[in-house]
C-alpha cells in the first residue's frame, strides 16, 4: 500500500521557521522525483519545490527562493522542507508528491499557518 505521510506543520510567527517531513512507504522512494505543493483557501495548488531521484537536484518556485530548501533522504524513504523567514502568504496546507511514469502519489497535507 502506498502511503505519503507529512508532519511538522503547526502555527508560527512571522519570521519563524518550521521543518516539514514526508515519510513514504509501498514504493521505491529512491527512484522518484519528489514535490511539495501547497495549496491555500481560495487558492491555485502551486508547486513549491522539487527535487530529483538520484542526483538530488532542486527547483524552487520563486515565492520561496531564498527561504525553503527542499532534501531527501532516500535511505529513511524521507522527504524534508525546511522553512525559514516564514510569511503570512506561506500559510497553507503542504502536501508531498511522488511522481515516476505514469505513478503519482499523494500525501494528505499538513497545515502550516504563519501569524503573529
Known amino acids: 500500500q502506498v502511503q505519503l505521510v507529512e508532519s511538522g506543520g503547526g502555527l508560527v510567527q512571522p519570521g519563524g521557521s518550521l521543518r516539514l517531513s514526508c515519510v513514504a512507504s509501498?514504493?521505491?522512494?529512491?527512484?522518484?522525483?519528489m514535490n511539495w505543493y501547497r495549496q491555500a483557501p481560495g487558492e491555485e495548488r502551486e508547486l513549491v519545490a522539487s527535487i530529483t531521484s538520484t542526483a538530488g537536484i532542486t527547483t524552487y518556485a520563486d515565492s520561496v527562493k531564498g527561504r525553503f530548501t527542499t532534501s531527501r533522504d532516500n535511505a529513511k524513504n524521507t522527504l524534508y522542507l525546511q522553512m525559514n523567514g516564514l510569511k503570512p502568504e506561506d500559510t497553507a496546507v503542504y502536501s508531498c508528491n511522488a511522481m515516476r511514469l505514469r505513478n503519482n502519489y499523494w500525501g494528505q497535507g499538513t497545515q502550516v499557518t504563519v501569524s503573529s
Open positions: 509501498g514504493f521505491t522512494f529512491s527512484n522518484y522525483h
